[in-house]
């Protein structure tokens, strides 16, 4: 059956971290590991818009992950999915706000980046399905 949130939460979670992973290649500068593989793939061209990136484009991209993921729940029901799929855009979050003067922040924003590539090839490789009936799952 055709579920038009289910459709949302599944394409606005891969957008959420394919930008976000490109945001990061973008800054040399913050994520070195990250940056080269993007010069390395011809996205060198990137590092002109920096700023941007870093400032605007990467939080909003794991702020749209994590909103898309918390909707997932909302369609699938299967909080652990929801669980793992937040942890990737809550860390990238916190390692650009409140730890970023930390120099292990970067570690952490590429353990988040990883997860959230990690969860979207696994949302696309096994589907989230419903594993509950509408009586059982309007708690």
């Given at each position: 059956m055709?579920?038009?949130?289910?459709?949302?939460?599944?394409?606005?979670d891969?957008?959420?971290?394919?930008?976000?992973?490109?945001?990061?290649?973008?800054?040399?500068?913050?994520?070195?590991?990250?940056?080269?593989?993007g010069?390395?793939?011809?996205?060198?061209?990137?590092?002109?818009?920096?700023?941007?990136?870093?400032?605007?484009?990467?939080?909003l991209f794991a702020?749209?992950?994590?909103?898309?993921?918390?909707?997932?729940?909302?369609?699938?029901?299967?909080?652990?999915?929801?669980?793992?799929?937040?942890i990737?855009?809550?860390?990238?979050?916190?390692?650009?706000?409140?730890?970023?003067?930390?120099?292990?922040?970067?570690?952490?924003?590429?353990?988040?980046?990883?997860?959230?590539?990690?969860?979207?090839?696994?949302?696309?490789?096994?589907?989230?399905?419903?594993?509950?009936?509408?009586?059982?799952?309007?708690?």
């Amino acid at each position: 059956m055709f579920s038009p949130l289910k459709l949302v939460t599944r394409i606005g979670d891969k957008a959420g971290s394919i930008g976000a992973l490109v945001s990061a290649m973008g800054c040399a500068m913050c994520f070195p590991a990250i940056a080269s593989l993007g010069a390395a793939i011809g996205m060198g061209f990137l590092s002109q818009w920096e700023g941007l990136f870093i400032n605007t484009l990467l939080p909003l991209f794991a702020a749209l992950a994590l909103a898309m993921n918390i909707l997932g729940w909302f369609s699938h029901r299967q909080w652990h999915r929801s669980l793992i799929g937040s942890i990737g855009p809550i860390l990238v979050l916190l390692s650009l706000y409140p730890w970023f003067q930390y120099g292990w922040s970067s570690y952490v924003t590429y353990t988040g980046l990883g997860l959230m590539v990690v969860v979207s090839i696994w949302d696309m490789v096994s589907p989230a399905n419903k594993r509950c009936d509408d009586e059982t799952c309007t708690a």
